[in-house]
């Protein structure tokens, strides 16, 4: 499969870069809720919580729109986040690729298992963020009682939050790393917009 435009279709490439936008807002201002003093062009405690409260509804509804439009859209692409029989008894050879005893990829759907396991696993830690997240705003609210309960109190409810961001971090940055140096022409097509020749690699 060639790097085209189909293969990354404009609405999934423009949900993929207002998440990043929103992400970026969110970690930054997040930081900074948390660490205060953490240097940030001297923003202030107001703006840093206006600017996350923003993003955090910006990341949700591009996030509900993303779900709906891989099941209802168009080009929706609910198949390439679900198991599918081209990746079957591809995770071992997939695993030994990734840790330098195989030389070569294993063929496997657009999305092969490791992609679809860490796509799946984000759509869940950002509904728990938000969970935790909501959790934090309407710390009164009944609704969210539960929540504080299950955390063993509000305190360890912020510091889940900020645990969270974490495993965000770090996966992103396997996910950062892994296009950059192992599928650029993946990064060119999602990031840049940009077509180019020869066989898709899948990471
Ligand atoms: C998805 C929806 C999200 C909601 C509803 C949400 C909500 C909140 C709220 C209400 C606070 C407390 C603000 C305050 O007391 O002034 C907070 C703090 C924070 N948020 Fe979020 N947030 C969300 C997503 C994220 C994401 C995606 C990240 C990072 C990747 C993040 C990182 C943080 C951090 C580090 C803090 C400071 C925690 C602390 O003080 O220990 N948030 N967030
Ligand atoms: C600067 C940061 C990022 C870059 C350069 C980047 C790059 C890419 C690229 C090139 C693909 C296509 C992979 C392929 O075709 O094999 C992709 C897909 C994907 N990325 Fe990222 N990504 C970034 C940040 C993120 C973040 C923060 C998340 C979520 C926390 C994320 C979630 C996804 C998901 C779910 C897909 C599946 C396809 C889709 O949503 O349309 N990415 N990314």
Sequence with gaps: MAYTKEHHPVPARL?????????IALAVTGFFIYKPNFPLFGMSMATARTIHFWAMFI?????VVRVYWAFFGTNGDIKEFLPQKENKGTLFPLLSYYTFTRKTLPMTAKYNTLQKSTYSFWLFLLIFQGL????????????FAPVIGAAGGLLNVY????????????????HVYLVLFEDFKAFKLMILGMESEGAHHHH
């Excluded at 949900?15 to 992400?23: G, P, Q």
């Excluded at 990341?59 to 996030?63: D, F, G, K, R, Y």
């Excluded at 935790?132 to 609704?143: D, E, Q, R, S, V």
């Design 132 to 143: 935790t997240g909501f959790a934090m705003y309407w710390k009164t609210n009944p609704l």
């Design 15 to 23: 949900m993929h870069s207002i998440h990043i936008l929103a992400m």
């Design 59 to 63: 990341v949700l509804l591009n996030l």
């Design 159 to 174: 510091v889940i939050h900020y645990l969270t961001m974490w495993v965000f971090i770090v996966t992103t940055m396997v």
